[in-house]
């Protein structure tokens, strides 16, 4: 526990790296994943990446959001630990309604105060928002800064993610069926972000898988620029094993980084991008 007993939460869907969760106790709540026989699971609790993914050519599933009561009792134990207070960063309002329930819970818990954040973004660049939370909550940045300073943040941070098959994306309307249609068609890969109110939007477009990555790594160089020192981030599953690769080709082309971070994609996100993303989050350093 921190020394000011201040509980950091977060969904799943932030790719929060497990590591850095159990060092500093970050608490996170799992979306859902459906299949249409009807069995539930909890993503990254009974139901793993790989196992998705095998099942893809059988069917894709649905996701669903974290109850209100299955928020409420992780703050409730986070309570019963002995924290004070409480944090939610939460995965882009633009993509999901879990920050908006994450409000809803908050203001149920009298004499249990609790900030929620919109991290706008999704995946590992969400996840350097939470890495954020814990680490300003640990160095002693008051409660009551901690929600304009994360907001702050959480504008300045930034996703690029590039998929092999555009398939997922436009199965599950994130892409629309012009886009789907001619990237299919001509190789043309698109580089998607969040932009500033938190929608899938494309950033940049790139034709083959190949200079998809280089594009990907150029984006995340253009905001790296603007700062002094970054925190980046690279995301893909375990299968497709880009990570040295990736993150020697960062090193080479940004000279500011600060730090490195990796992240698995968790199950409820790669049912919306298939089973073959890169994705790359950028950060300014904050502390």
């Not at 890495?131 to 930034?158: N, W």
């Amino acid at each position: 526990m921190n020394s000011q007993k201040i509980a950091i939460v977060t969904d799943s869907g932030t790719d929060t790296p497990p590591a850095f969760a159990a060092e500093h106790d970050v608490r996170i709540v799992p979306l859902g994943v459906n299949y249409s026989d009807g069995t539930h699971y909890q993503a990254g609790v009974d139901i793993t990446t790989d196992q998705i993914i095998a099942r893809f050519d059988e069917e894709i599933p649905h996701t669903s959001l974290p109850s209100p009561e299955l928020i409420r009792q992780t703050f409730e134990r986070a309570q019963a630990d002995g924290y004070e207070r409480g944090v939610f960063v939460s995965i882009s309002s633009g993509l999901s309604a879990t920050n908006q329930t994450a409000h809803l819970v908050a203001g149920e818990l009298p004499g249990f105060p609790i900030v929620v954040i919109d991290s706008k973004s999704i995946g590992v660049a969400a996840g350097l928002v939470v890495m954020a939370a814990a680490r300003m909550v640990e160095a002693g940045v008051p409660f009551d800064e901690l929600e304009a300073r994360l907001t702050a943040l959480s504008a300045e941070t930034h996703v690029f993610f590039c998929v092999k098959d555009l398939k997922w994306l436009h199965e599950g309307g994130r892409i629309d069926s012009f886009t789907y249609r001619v990237g299919s068609v001509l190789n043309v890969k698109p580089i998607i972000w969040c932009d500033a109110e938190g929608y899938y939007r494309t950033y940049k477009k790139a034709r083959g898988w190949e200079r998809a990555l280089a594009q990907e790594i150029r984006c995340v160089k253009e905001f790296a620029a603007r700062s002094e020192h970054v925190i980046v981030a690279i995301a893909c599953t375990e299968a497709d094993a880009y990570f040295d690769e990736l993150e020697a080709r960062l090193r080479e082309e940004i000279p500011n980084i600060a730090e490195v971070v990796r992240s698995g994609i968790s199950p409820a996100l790669i049912v919306h991008t298939g089973p073959e993303l890169v994705g790359m989050g950028v950060q300014p350093t904050y502390l």
